[in-house]
């Protein structure tokens, strides 16, 4: 069995505990970073607030960082933001093994596709890109991206993981045949999740009463930045025309759209609307256990949208817009929620009432399939198989 070598940019919360788990299921698997930049916390320029995530994010698995020399040394920073020779030549001296690389959006990534199989590694691309998004660029765009990709890069890798069914029409899209294509969905730690759930949920009163939100109400819940590609005004415009006789909406999250926000909620005199600021991943539990209806609107460039996992664990209908990564995969549509057209309120504001008639047990039934568990014996046929 092949070790397994995860390359990404920084340390991810999301990404973390996957690792640890895969080493807990005898799969050795160690991550090599490209930037320290997070690790004391920094200021997360999306949030527009300073951020540190407070689970562990280096515990449970081997790991290595390397000096980023780049002259604009930031994961922010574009397609030359991480340049890291020394994780190169870390590459050029290991043994055999299985390298994913998450995308290829720097140039770190795109020489260690290249240079690892050139060494000799089983090389595997983990991107995120939906067909339904890329479809929406323009021509010439498509065209060079099938013939940089397509033409050179793609040529390097052994092998593709697809996060989910729109990613994986992307790569067939561009011509890969299907024996290439392996299935390591985007997934949380669903154990975490389930246990807070079990935890918090049949105190949801007490939590309500916790956190400031009306005991009653048929709350519905964001989370997210507040950004333009999240489109918070959109939940915002939609709750303003939700006819219920007790209503709340409670947005967690912080951003450059605040103010605007803000301005709108005043405007239209709304009442139980709650804009929380930045909550951690220990705290965002107690959020989803009090809700009743999870909601996301993003637009373009949501190419997954891990949030919806979250809530699904706490067994919450969904309410997707359609440009979302993975409402073809989590939404199973009038059983445990809706997808709506991205933009349209009105539509936004149906599909919320109706989700309230649903029961969320579906939810907890299809996050099933999403799982690091479904990862993990992809990856383990790979490293016994390469």
Known sequence: MKKIIFINSHPIQYFAPLYKYLNQQGINTSCWYCSTETLAGHRDLQFNAEVKWDIPVLEGYTHRFFKNYSWKPSFYNGFFGLINPGLLTALLRQPPSVIIVHGWACLTNVLVLILGRLAGHTVCLRAETPLNQELLKGRLNQWLKRFLLRGILFRFVNWFLYIGKQNRLFYEHLGLKREKLFFTPYAVDNERFQNAARKYTSHKAELRQELGFPEYAQLVLFTGKYIQKKRPLDILAAFEKLSLPEKCLVMVGEGEQRVQMEDFIKSQELKD?????????????????????????????????????????????IVVSDRTGCAVDLVEDGKNGFVFKTG???????????????????????????????????????????
């Not at 539990?285 to 909601?295: G, L, W």
């Not at 009105?346 to 690091?372: M, P, W």
């Open 273 to 317: 609307v709650y804009l929380t600021g930045f909550v951690n991943q220990t705290e965002i539990e107690k959020y989803y256990a009090v809700a009743d209806v999870f909601v996301m609107c993003s637009e373009e460039g949501e190419t997954w949208g891990l949030s919806v996992n979250e809530a699904m664990n706490f067994s919450l209908p």
């Open 344 to 386: 349209d309120v009105n539509d936004l504001s149906t599909k919320i009432k109706q989700a309230f008639q649903l029961e969320g047990h579906k939810s907890h039934e299809v996050i099933q399939r999403y799982s690091f568990e479904i990862i993990g014996k992809t990856l383990r046929k790979l490293s016994e198989n390469s």
